[in-house]
């Protein structure tokens, strides 16, 4: 590999792990602040049996704040990155099954106001987008050029060595 390539796809993996990171954390925010105008919005989807939605809407925004913690802090990539894509395919589903149902409701991605108003055609389109950095980051982060690997299956083979 080129040392100009080299650098390019070090600087790309910053990007997106720095961008990944802050989307998850500015997510988080409003739904940690107002936990129970998160929980309408969870409710709205009508997916969850009524009795997980309270726990789904305290517990999400935590885990997005975590994932995005780690991915700023360079720590624990390959892991924060393969929950952030779990979350996005499921947010994707789940925006998906409401369009299904012919529902266009707040999305609570980044605000749980009820004045939040976005199209559930461009929530697909950006978490479509979100996804694709997120599979990007997840398998660069198993061996990006120039940093230690933070998979558990690397370290074995290193050590063994």
């Not at 936990?35 to 009508?46: C, K, M, R, T």
């Not at 947010?91 to 299904?100: M, N």
């Amino acid at each position: 590999m080129k040392p100009t390539a080299s650098i390019t796809q070090k600087a790309l993996y910053l990007l997106v792990r720095t961008g990944l990171g802050l989307t998850f954390l500015w997510a988080s925010w409003d739904k940690i602040m107002h936990p129970a105008e998160f929980a309408v919005i969870v409710n709205n989807y009508d997916i969850l049996p009524a009795a997980a939605v309270n726990m789904f809407a305290l517990v999400l925004p935590w885990i997005e704040l975590l994932c995005g913690l780690f991915l700023l802090g360079g720590r624990l990539v390959p892991g924060a990155a393969l929950t952030i894509v779990m979350l996005l395919f499921t947010f994707i589903l789940a925006t998906g099954f409401s369009l299904y149902k012919g529902v266009d409701i707040n999305c609570g991605c980044f605000s749980v106001s009820p004045d939040a108003r976005g199209s559930a055609v461009w929530n697909l389109i950006r978490n479509g987008g979100l996804l694709a950095a997120g599979i990007w980051l997840l398998t660069s982060a198993q061996g990006n050029p120039g940093r230690p690997s933070d998979s558990l299956s690397d370290r074995v083979i290193q050590n063994a060595g």
